[in-house]
C-alpha cells in the first residue's frame, strides 16, 4: 500500500497537434492539488484520462493502488464535477437521486436530501431552470453522496459569484476533514487555489512544469524588477521567466540563486503561472 490516492507514471496521449506527456504525478492522500494551466494546456485531458474516459497511449496510471481503476469498485470511490452538469435538462433533482441510486453502490439518499436542502434547491423544478450556480452544486450533491475518497473536479467554480463560490470552497474544506480523502481541482481561479490547495501542479504545453507544495512555491521562488545591466550580473540559471518594462525587467527567480541585497517579493501563484510559461515558451 503507497500514501498516493492518484499516481501516474509515463502517461502520454496524442491527439491531431497536440501531445500529452509524459505525464509523471504523484498525488498523496489527504491532500488538495490545484492543477492549473492555460485553456488547451492539457488539464481536461488528463482528467478524462483518470476517469477512463480516453484511452491512453502509453504509460500507466493507479488511483487508490489499483492500476485497473475502471472497475466498480474504484468508479464509487471517484467523486467527479465537469465544468456543466451532465444529467439531461428535464431531469430534476429527484430524477437524479434515483437514477444515482441505481447506479453507486454506497448511494446516501439521506446525504444527497441533506445537501439539496442545504444549498436550497428546488428538488421538482427542471435541471434547465437551474442558474449555473445551481448546476455546480447539484453536481457537488451528486458528487458527495457515494461514500466517495477522492473528489476529482475540473472548473467548478468557473462563472460563479463569489459567495456561491466561498460555499463551494467551504464544502470541499468539509470533506477534507477526513484524513483519507483527496481533492484534485483544475481552475483558473487562482485566488481559490489560493485558499484551499495544499499542492499546485502546473502543465503547459502537455507537460508538467512544477509540482510543488503551495507554501514552498512562496519559499522557492521570488519576484524582483533589475535594471538592464543588474540582470546581466545575476546568474541566469536562477531566472525563471521574465518580462521587459520602461525601467528595466521583472524577473521571476529562485531566491537561493540571488545574491543578498536584492529587494525580493513573494509571488503569486497567478504570477508564477505566468512566468513558467513564459520561460518555457522561449526555450
Avoid at 477512463?52 to 481503476?69: E, H, Q
Avoid at 463560490?165 to 487555489?193: C, G, K, V, Y
Avoid at 521570488?222 to 518580462?243: P, T, W, Y
Amino acid at each position: 500500500m503507497t500514501n498516493y490516492a492518484i499516481e501516474t507514471h509515463d502517461l502520454v496521449k496524442e491527439f491531431d497537434g497536440f501531445k500529452l506527456g509524459p505525464i509523471d504525478i504523484s498525488i498523496p492522500k489527504g491532500t488538495i492539488v490545484g492543477y492549473i494551466g492555460q485553456n488547451g494546456s492539457g488539464k481536461s485531458t488528463t482528467i478524462k484520462l483518470l476517469l477512463g474516459l480516453l484511452n491512453k497511449d502509453a504509460g500507466s496510471i493507479k488511483i487508490l493502488d489499483s492500476s485497473d481503476y475502471n472497475t466498480t469498485q474504484i468508479k464509487d470511490k471517484l467523486g467527479v464535477v465537469f465544468d456543466d452538469l451532465l444529467f439531461p435538462e428535464e431531469m430534476t433533482a429527484e430524477d437524479v437521486e434515483r437514477f444515482c441510486s441505481k447506479v453507486y453502490s454506497k448511494w446516501n439518499k439521506i446525504k444527497f436530501d441533506q445537501l439539496i436542502n442545504d444549498f436550497s434547491l428546488d428538488a421538482k423544478k427542471y435541471i434547465k431552470n437551474y442558474s449555473r450556480g445551481m448546476r455546480m452544486k447539484l453536481s457537488l450533491a451528486v458528487a458527495l453522496s457515494h461514500d466517495a475518497e477522492i473528489l476529482i473536479l475540473d472548473e467548478p467554480t468557473s462563472g460563479l459569484d463569489p459567495i456561491v463560490r466561498e460555499e463551494i470552497l467551504d464544502l470541499l474544506l468539509d470533506f477534507m476533514q477526513d484524513e483519507n480523502h483527496t481533492i484534485l481541482i483544475s481552475s483558473h481561479i487562482l485566488s481559490d487555489l489560493e485558499k484551499i490547495a495544499d499542492y499546485i501542479a502546473f502543465i503547459h504545453n502537455g507537460k508538467v512544469l512544477f509540482f510543488e507544495r503551495k507554501d514552498q512555491l512562496e519559499e522557492k521562488y521570488a519576484i524582483c524588477s533589475l535594471s538592464d545591466k543588474e540582470v546581466e550580473n545575476i546568474d541566469q540559471k536562477a531566472i525563471i521567466g521574465k518580462r521587459t518594462h520602461s525601467f528595466g525587467q521583472e524577473l521571476l527567480v529562485k531566491r537561493n540563486l540571488i545574491p543578498k541585497g536584492i529587494v525580493l517579493e513573494k509571488p503569486s501563484i497567478e504570477k508564477i503561472m505566468i512566468y513558467f510559461a513564459k520561460g518555457e515558451d522561449n526555450k
